[in-house]
């Protein structure tokens, strides 16, 4: 039981044994969801290591994902200590995902809207023909496509569209620098700071201004010409900024408005890039995948009505690889007072590792856990509504803004892409590598063959 209490008798904290000056940087850079989960069946749910000279607390298992949601975990843990370098280095006050309590809920409510699956309501089939135009565009006829790169472009060109009205694929390579080197040295400080003085950091950083000085400039001359029902995420953070300054202020606009690229880029590319190597990797699954969306495209235009219910195979497999290669491996935390974990002191200002995907590599909670199965997910087996077992999108009041939007995302894309086109691993027997940054997921040489279109 995890109760907050002052300063009591406790038990010992094990501490993981790492490398000189380095400490645990050697395992959490090759395979952080297998390193957690080692460490947990080692030495339990909560124990202390180092990373760099940098001294960490680590609460793991169903424990932590479940005391994220009590209001214990949310008044005893903040976020805004490990993305204070971010803010910094962006020249703003703050950010959503560095905010906690009543500011957190501030910049959730203007958000919200554009964030949520009701932004693309009535776009379904809009986001289909974006999703068939990159496919023409990057997924040609006897080409070896690398899928992580190809995938980053079409979520560019899909949020860039659906959420902000514009597509910069111009800048992709730019985001994708800026947060490959922001996350590595300033949120996870598992790179020397030194890094930030490259000249491809700072080349990449000054690109993304400049992307987010025509996002402020585009959506400046949309003010008050656009009707409320069809306003994007951008018309509201800049209708915020206009209305309410002291909660939305101009040294934020950069860092918010170019927010969903940040957010969204490695994220579902990542996952959509891993989905489609699990599917390609079991004949089964994709048979069963390719019946349902062959139905669902079988008239041309589709219905938004349960969507996700019609494609079960396939919401089966999404699930199923978000477990295998989860993005939000752990999520980090700094200890806003002294309190008790299951036993454990840990004490204020504490930075804190909080690995709720633990229990996805757990027999204990999905059986045969190694196993690719898609159907754990139906009535009656239903493993992830297990209390704290299944965390995709992270855990208590921190969980992805997104989520809604990005499960619509990944059915419709992945959908799609496999109505279109015939694929297959390249090489045929492919095993998947994995990288780690800035996000866990395919490593970039990741490719598959398109043989040709189906449809």
């Given at each position: 039981m995890t109760t907050v209490a002052p300063a009591l008798a406790h038990r010992e904290t094990p501490t993981v044994q790492g490398w000189p000056l380095i400490g645990s940087l050697p395992g959490m850079a090759k395979d952080p969801a297998k390193f957690f989960v080692d460490c947990y069946r080692k030495y339990g749910p909560v124990y202390r290591l180092s990373i760099l000279g940098n001294q960490y607390v680590t609460i793991a298992g169903v424990e932590a994902a479940n005391f994220l949601g009590t209001r214990e975990g949310k008044e005893c843990l903040r976020s805004k200590e490990f993305?204070?370098?971010l803010v910094k280095e962006y020249g703003a006050t703050r950010t959503l995902t560095g905010e906690d309590g009543e500011g957190h809920k501030e910049l959730r409510d203007i958000m919200r809207r554009g964030y949520s699956k009701e932004s693309i309501k009535g776009r379904y089939n809009e986001l289909v023909q974006i999703t068939d135009r990159v496919i023409l565009r990057d997924w040609k006829v006897g080409e070896s496509v690398p899928v992580v790169q190809a995938m980053q472009y079409m979520v560019v060109d899909q949020l860039g569209t659906i959420l902000t009205g514009?597509?910069?694929?111009?800048?992709?390579?730019?985001?994708?620098?800026?947060?490959?080197?922001?996350?590595?040295?300033?949120?996870?400080?598992?790179?020397?700071?030194?890094?930030?003085?490259?000249?491809?950091?700072?080349?990449?950083?000054?690109?993304?201004?400049?992307?987010?000085?025509?996002?402020?400039?585009?959506?400046?001359?949309?003010?008050?010409?656009?009707?409320?029902?069809?306003?994007?995420?951008?018309?509201?953070?800049?209708?915020?900024?206009?209305?309410?300054?002291?909660?939305?202020?101009?040294?934020?606009?950069?860092?918010t408005l170019t927010g969903p690229y940040v957010a969204g880029l490695d994220t579902v590319a990542n996952t959509t890039a891993a989905i489609t190597y699990t599917v390609l990797k079991h004949p089964e699954v994709k048979r069963r995948v390719l019946e349902e969306v062959d139905a669902l495209f079988a008239n041309g235009e589709i219905s938004e009505d349960d969507l996700l219910k019609r494609l079960p195979a396939l919401q089966g497999a999404i699930m199923e690889t978000m477990r295998l290669y989860p993005i939000a491996v752990a999520q980090m935390r700094c200890a806003t007072r002294d309190f008790v974990f299951e036993g454990h002191q840990i004490r204020k200002g504490e930075m804190v590792y909080i690995a709720t995907s633990v229990p996805h590599f757990m027999d204990e909670y999905f059986p045969n856990a190694d196993q690719f199965d898609i159907d754990r997910y139906a009535k009656p087996r239903a493993e992830h509504m297990q209390s704290g077992a299944y965390s995709p999108f992270g855990r208590g009041p921190h969980t992805c803004l997104g989520k809604s939007l990005a499960e619509i995302q990944i059915a419709l894309s992945m959908a799609r892409l496999f109505y279109k086109v015939d694929l297959e691993l390249d090489p045929p027997g492919y095993v998947l590598k994995t990288k780690t940054a800035p996000t866990p997921g395919p490593a970039m040489d990741f490719r598959v063959r398109v043989k040709g279109y189906r449809h």
């Open positions: 993305w204070e370098g514009a597509a910069p694929l111009e800048y992709v390579k730019d985001i994708r620098t800026t947060i490959l080197y922001i996350l590595n040295v300033l949120v996870t400080r598992q790179r020397p700071k030194v890094l930030l003085k490259r000249p491809e950091y700072r080349k990449a950083k000054a690109r993304v201004f400049e992307l987010g000085h025509k996002m402020i400039e585009q959506a400046r001359a949309r003010v008050g010409k656009v009707k409320d029902e069809d306003k994007n995420l951008i018309d509201d953070i800049f209708e915020a900024h206009v209305k309410t300054p002291h909660i939305m202020p101009a040294s934020d606009l950069i860092v």
